[in-house]
Nanobody, 121 residues
Framework: QVQLVESGGGLVQAGGSLRLSCAAS????????MGWFRQAPGKEREFVAA????????YVAASVKPRFTISKDNAKATVYLQMNRLKPEEADIYYC??????????????WGQGTQVTVSA
């Protein structure tokens, strides 16, 4: 069973920063692209960033570039989402995912439980 465990969410003031982490098994980490998505109540899950299994390729949604960056630590089997200059409208549940990569959520087979990010104005 594939498990993705997110952490790092919380409350931050507008303009502040958070770093989200997603830990996976080494096997999952080595063979899958990893992505971050976010979802607000009543809205569709939205792509944020992705990184290839090798780590050589990253893609970040235009709406968050260059404030957000995605990276991975192979030794720790962990992917990170560094979020800077956060805006109140970016207060969502953030999900980590593993799969074939890309921006479409249907390409990701495995999902974490999500971590709440709250941004106060």
């Amino acid at each position: 069973q594939v498990q993705l465990v997110e952490s790092g969410g919380g409350l931050v003031q507008a303009g502040g920063s958070l770093r989200l982490s997603c830990a996976a098994s080494r096997r999952t980490f080595a063979s899958n692209a990893m992505g971050w998505f976010r979802q607000a109540p009543g809205k569709e899950r939205e792509f944020v960033a992705a990184i290839s299994s090798s780590g050589d390729s990253t893609y970040v949604a235009a709406s968050v570039k260059p404030r957000f960056t995605i990276s991975k630590d192979n030794a720790k089997a962990t992917v990170y989402l560094q979020m800077n200059r956060l805006k109140p409208e970016e207060a969502d549940i953030y999900y980590c995912a593993a799969g074939n990569g890309g921006t479409w959520r249907g390409r990701y087979e495995y999902w974490g439980q999500g971590t709440q990010v709250t941004v106060s104005a």
